[in-house]
Nanobody
Framework: QVQLVESGGGLVQAGGSLRLSCAAS????????MGWFRQAPGKEREFVAA????????AYVDSVKGRFTISRDNAKNTLYLQMNSLKPEDTAVYYC????????????????????WGQGTQVTVSS
């Protein structure tokens, strides 16, 4: 069974930075693409970023391009999201997710085809 545990959320002022981590259980982490999603109060869950099995392919929603960076350390079974120049509109619960088997990058890079989810970590950006 896949377990994903996020950490690193918190309260930060606008313009600040946070780095989220997602620790994955098991020995198959390196075989799957991973993604970050977020859900703000009263809104639907939104795709934020995705990364393929290596660092060579990554994709971002337009609103975070140039500010957020997704990365992974396959040796540590850990996914990261470096968030810089944070804005109040980035306030949300952030979730990491693992791709389902057999889903191509063309879908994963737009937030489709994820099968396993963490419990989320709260990020609050004050103005």
């Amino acid at each position: 069974q896949v377990q994903l545990v996020e950490s690193g959320g918190g309260l930060v002022q606008a313009g600040g930075s946070l780095r989220l981590s997602c620790a994955a259980s098991g020995r198959t982490f390196s075989l799957y693409a991973m993604g970050w999603f977020r859900q703000a109060p009263g809104k639907e869950r939104e795709f934020v970023a995705a990364i393929a099995t290596s660092d060579r392919l990554a994709a971002y929603v337009d609103s975070v391009k140039g500010r957020f960076t997704i990365s992974r350390d396959n040796a540590k079974n850990t996914l990261y999201l470096q968030m810089n120049s944070l804005k109040p509109e980035d306030t949300a619960v952030y979730y990491c997710a693992r791709a389902a088997s057999g889903v191509g990058w063309d879908r994963l890079r737009i937030g489709v085809g994820y099968a396993y989810w963490g419990q989320g970590t709260q990020v609050t950006v004050s103005s």
